[in-house]
């Protein structure tokens, strides 16, 4: 018996999206799989710079950026979006790539106001998740003195202190929606 998609389709043939890595084959493989998703507007580089203009001239719906790279990285491409002056830019959504997706660096990108940490390789299936979700559950935005970004806390349901079996279990659940790789 087939299994039920997790998520229905969409049309994302109108969402437009600045793709940005070092590294040429990834930046044509992301390419190749925004595309297989009916994403048509794509503005993908492997310079850091172009990527920032890019992002001011045509006001992506999403941003994807490697976490390192040689000249600019994915954490000061965040930072250059969450503190730009133009509202819009702001509140665009970031995805990061990285190989390195160990606590301490997820951790990092969350406090630098990334949507979401995907771990390398990537897959299709794992983007087109994620979009959902931004499209299902858009997120909160929240700003203090240091910060501008998706609110970082998840929705924690009401649990009473005498069942430390679910708070561990929702604990657990925590861990692994922010450090599981796909």
Do not use: W
């Not at 009916?38 to 950026?65: G, Q």
């Not at 730009?84 to 970031?94: F, G, V, W």
């Not at 931004?134 to 501008?148: A, H, K, Q």
Request: glycine share 2%; aromatic share 6%; charged share 25%.
């Amino acid at each position: 018996m087939p299994m039920e998609p997790q998520h229905p389709a969409y049309n994302l043939s109108h969402v437009e999206v600045v793709v940005v890595d070092d590294c040429p084959i990834m930046v044509k493989l992301l390419g190749m799989i925004l595309n297989s998703m009916d994403i048509k507007k794509l503005h993908c580089t492997t310079d850091p710079e172009r990527a920032l203009e890019d992002i001011s001239k045509y006001r992506p719906h999403l941003v994807i950026t490697d976490l390192l790279m040689n000249t600019i990285d994915g954490m000061a491409i965040t930072k250059a979006i969450r503190f730009s002056p133009d509202e819009e830019i702001r509140h665009t959504p970031i995805f990061v790539l990285s190989g390195f997706t160990d606590k301490e660096c997820v951790l990092q990108a969350r406090d630098a106001g990334v949507n979401e940490v995907l771990a390398k390789p990537v897959s299709t299936k794992t983007i087109y998740r994620r979009i959902c979700n931004l499209i299902e559950r858009p997120p909160n935005f929240i700003e203090t003195d240091s910060y501008f970004g998706p609110d970082r806390h998840l929705p924690r349901p009401s649990l009473s202190d005498s069942d430390a079996r679910i708070k561990q279990a929702v604990e657990e659940d925590i861990d692994r929606i922010y450090f599981d790789a796909n």
